[in-house]
């Protein structure tokens, strides 16, 4: 089985920081594609940023130059520094992966439970 657990969620005051951090334990062979994608109230579930096995990344509109993806492909983690927050950035996040199981040669996508980021002085 796979597992993936994020952790770094909490409140923030508008202009401030986080750090999400996601990990990915159980019989993987590799991971293909890491992903953040968060679900505000009443609003559909929404990519956030996207990074490659070759390090290309990828941003919603509303996040660039304000959020940053990043990977460790030896420890199977991602993370999502998230800088100058905005009460508009309050949702759930949940961290994603494309992955391919020990034994299997198919692409099978997982997600974490997710993690609670409210932006509110």
């Known amino acids: 089985q796979v597992q993936l657990v994020e952790s770094g969620g909490g409140l923030v005051q508008p202009g401030g920081s986080l750090r999400l951090s996601c990990a990915a334990s159980?019989?993987?062979?590799?991971?293909?594609?890491m992903a953040w994608y968060r679900q505000a109230p009443g609003k559909e579930r929404e990519l956030v940023a996207r990074?490659?096995?070759?390090?290309?990344?990828n941003y919603a509109d509303s996040v660039k130059d304000r959020f940053t993806i990043s990977r460790d492909n030896a420890r199977n983690t991602w993370s999502l520094q998230m800088n100058s927050l905005k009460p508009e950035d309050t949702a759930v996040y949940y961290c994603?992966?494309?992955?391919?199981?020990?034994?299997?040669?198919?692409?099978?996508?997982?997600w974490g439970q997710g993690t609670q980021v409210t932006v509110s002085s």
């Open positions: 990074i490659t096995s070759e390090g290309s990344t």
């Open positions: 159980g019989s993987i062979f590799s991971i293909n594609t």
């Open positions: 994603n992966a494309d992955l391919i199981r020990l034994g299997y040669t198919s692409v099978f996508r997982y």
